[in-house]
């Protein structure tokens, strides 16, 4: 029955261990105004991250549509061809 006991005793020492680390991360105010700051912040986090996705989507199809005016320019008004051969 011993045996038993340790092996509550070390996963109730575990689960202590995972809280503290979760603790760690968690907020450090507990005043009565955190209660509105809280998710205040976290709508503020979410929208500031669907605002940069935006911009690095809107970043990417600006380099795709230069890359292909580049590409046209280069070859239909200079006439300049790249081939490219594989040894």
């Known amino acids: ?20 680390w979760l603790a760690f991360w968690g907020p450090v105010t507990t005043s009565p105004a955190s209660a509105l700051v809280g998710p205040l912040l976290a709508l503020a986090s979410v ?7 935006g911009l690095a989507v ?7 549509v230069t890359l292909v005016v580049l ?10 061809s790249v081939d490219l051969q594989i040894p």
């Open 1 to 20: 029955m011993s045996a038993f006991f340790q092996l509550l005793d070390s996963a109730v020492s575990g689960w202590a261990d995972a809280r503290r």
């Open 47 to 53: 929208l500031s991250l669907a605002l940069l996705t």
């Open 58 to 64: 809107g970043s990417l199809a600006t380099l795709l």
């Open 71 to 80: 590409y046209l320019l280069l070859t239909e008004v200079f006439g300049i």
